[in-house]
């Protein structure tokens, strides 16, 4: 390979640095393990450097390497138990809840705080392709069509995955307002008469 | 061109958000979101969220200076730009790294759409009475 195109392919693998540092951080919610995990992730890269198609296409395949890496890490920690294996099961057996109204709230950065925490909580609790779409977007930036690279499926299949993955989240919030009666949520009669007046 | 239901907009609501819907779609969604006050609360909801879930972005713990020596550490299958780049950087500076190189932030504008557009039409919905502010 010229030397050129050696150095640019270098340059922007390590580019990406702190965006696989924060998904690998979100994901694993260790320090330690995950700077083990971005760690492997660069080892692996820098023996594939020579595969890798354009500058273009850089951050899916960091990202799909760091994604095989975990995957690798968890057979290996084939004892982890699962919280949660189904979305759609967990969410269809829950009680439907109208979205919480936060216009009446008081202290806006103290709820922020509130949902930051929780919502960590609720991605935690994420299968594992579910969690890594969402982090791969929300932490790592990836486009719809990056990820798709990076988890090697469609975009349609991206799609589901970020759909199911934040009504999940949406679900938790939800349901975290309603029961520490931070904020009442909307009923239906209640939107009618908004729609009305 | 059909309007949409509320379920076939709520379910295009994220990607709506994410700007990765067509113009057609796009469009689709925003009068949709005009005319329903209830997938107008859906909406505000899911930007609460949303906001959310960009604050994780904001507050990572930053990477030990071990491991990016860990990363970075030359080896033989490593071109000299890195063994270069490595011995003159400093210490907690990055920048000149990023910034010669890819684009590793949120998107900006897909399809055309900017994200700041997205946000402002996020916000752009009362929250008492449900109507469009002007402007």
Known sequence: MPGKENDDRAEAILACFEALHRAAFRLIGNKTQSEDLVQETYLRAWRSLSQLQGLSGVQPWMFRILRTVFIDQLRRESSRPKLVTDVEKLLSASEELSPPELSDVNDRRKLDEVFDQEINSAISQLPDEERLALLFQAVGGLSYREISEALECPIGTVMSRLHRAKRWLRHRLAVYARDYGRMPTARPEEEQRDAKT | ?135
């Open chain 2, 1 to 135: 061109m059909p309007k949409l239901n509320c379920r076939e907009a709520q379910n295009l609501l994220e990607a709506f958000h994410d700007n990765e819907l067509d113009g057609v779609n796009s469009l689709l969604v925003q009068e949709h979101l005009d005319e329903c006050p209830d997938c107008r609360r859906q909406w505000r909801w899911l930007c609460e969220v949303e906001a959310s879930l960009n604050r994780l972005s904001e507050s990572p713990p930053s990477a030990t200076q071990d491991l990016r020596r860990r990363v970075l550490q030359p080896t033989s299958t490593q071109p000299s730009l890195v063994v270069a780049f490595f011995s003159n950087a400093q210490a907690n500076d990055w920048s000149g790294l990023a910034s010669g190189a890819v684009c590793v932030g949120r998107r900006r504008s897909v399809n055309g759409m900017d994200q700041g557009r997205r946000h402002a039409v996020c916000a752009g919905f009362d929250e008492d009475d449900g109507e469009r502010r002007p402007g």
